[in-house]
């Protein structure tokens, strides 16, 4: 049987409707970035566009790659020199596209980061806040998640790292708020919204006052360790839409 493909157009199109991309007022464009091949049959998603994942892309003879952290982020260098140029060059040698959807790709009501770990977590959003909503608000549906520590733990266990925890482990929790990659500085949002503790991918030095100081806790989990399953859930369904064929690449970042 012949592989599928999709328009490359068509693809775009859909992924712009889905996500919503014009509701947002982003720090990088959302969307196809670098053009390559019209029709796409293996797509390639990964959290960060780096050239590790360029070159498993390459490895996989993908006509796209979809990511969460693209290029031209508001303020950087414009010159294509050094490690830009290098990405791009081999992003063009080979034909292949770049897609990239930053904050749309968190605020999925399904499909986004924020979302998707609410569902590894095993989290029940029951209201959002935050700029574009982007926070959530909820309850652990696992009764064995009753204090700091246990989530702490819950999150050890299923992101496979150790969370940087601020705050007594004891402490008893009932509403949890989350918010995927750098999103501390909705630490006094979550406050607001009545938050007994704060998840968040990264951690600020100010951000450790404030949470000792409110006596909310925090939970600093990784910016790339949070943000891996909006971009996995995303391509699966658009293997699922069109028929292509899907890799989700995991490059690994500490932070």
């Excluded at 009753?146 to 925890?165: E, M």
């Excluded at 949002?189 to 409110?214: C, K, M, Q």
Aim: aromatic share 6%.
């Amino acid at each position: 049987m012949n592989q599928r493909s999709v328009d490359r157009d068509e693809l775009a199109k859909f992924l712009a409707l889905t996500l919503e991309i014009t509701r947002f007022r982003d720090y990088c464009p959302n969307g196809l970035q670098v053009a390559g091949s019209t029709l796409i049959k293996t797509l390639v998603t990964g959290v960060t566009a780096n050239l590790a994942l360029l070159e498993a892309a390459v490895d996989l003879k993908a006509d796209a790659v979809l990511v969460h952290h693209g290029y031209f982020w508001r303020g950087e260098n414009a010159c294509i020199v050094g490690i830009k140029q290098k990405r791009l060059k081999l992003l063009l040698a080979h034909d292949m596209n770049l897609f990239a959807y930053h904050l749309p790709l968190d605020a999925h009501p399904t499909l986004g980061n924020n979302a998707q770990l609410g569902k590894i977590l095993e989290l029940l959003t029951d209201a959002c806040f935050g700029t574009d909503d982007l926070g959530c608000l909820g309850t652990a549906t696992d009764p064995t998640i009753r204090t700091a520590g246990d989530l702490a733990r819950a999150v050890t266990a299923k992101l496979g790292r150790q969370p940087l925890l601020i705050g007594d482990h004891a402490q008893p929790i009932k509403k949890i708020a989350w918010c995927t990659g750098a999103a501390q500085n909705f630490m006094e949002a979550a406050i607001a919204a009545g938050a007994d503790i704060y998840l968040s991918g990264e951690i600020s030095e100010p951000v450790v006052h404030l949470a000792r100081e409110a006596g909310v806790a925090y939970l600093a989990c990784g910016h790339h360790a949070t943000e891996r399953y909006g971009v996995l859930a995303l391509g699966q369904l658009l293997a699922q839409q069109f028929g292509i064929t899907h890799h989700f690449v995991d490059i690994d970042s500490p932070v």
